[in-house]
């Protein structure tokens, strides 16, 4: 399992989240998100589903930890960090 996070810097719009879901589909990995909302709610969401990617907002501030687990699990990690370091929304955690 490969495991990244990073801090969301300004709130991601559906379109860029269907465009981050079509990315994952690509890979045979399991690819998942997880975060703690505002209300403290916990979320962990499949990103190859584009359902659970749009009716899941992700806001400004919120830390995300991004998991692959699979055969591709260092593809699909270091392609979908690309993805999200592309969109001028998130700040790399060391």
């Known amino acids: 399992m490969r495991v990244h996070e990073f801090t969301v810097l300004m709130d991601y719009d559906q379109q ?3 465009q981050i879901s079509n990315l994952a589909s690509r890979f045979i990995s399991q690819i998942i998100i997880m975060y ?3 209300n ?3 979320h962990v969401i499949d990103v ?3 359902l659970g990617m749009i009716l899941q907002p992700i806001h400004a501030g919120t830390l995300i ?3 692959t687990r699979g055969k591709d699990e260092l593809e699909a ?3 979908l960090i690309d993805s999200f370091s592309k969109l001028p ?3 790399q955690e060391q």
């Open 89 to 91: 929304r998130l700040e």
């Open 16 to 18: 860029e989240l269907i």
């Open 48 to 50: 190859k589903s584009l």
């Open 65 to 67: 930890r991004l998991s």
């Open 77 to 79: 990690l270091e392609t």
């Open 40 to 42: 403290d709610n916990e």
């Open 36 to 38: 703690t909302d505002q």
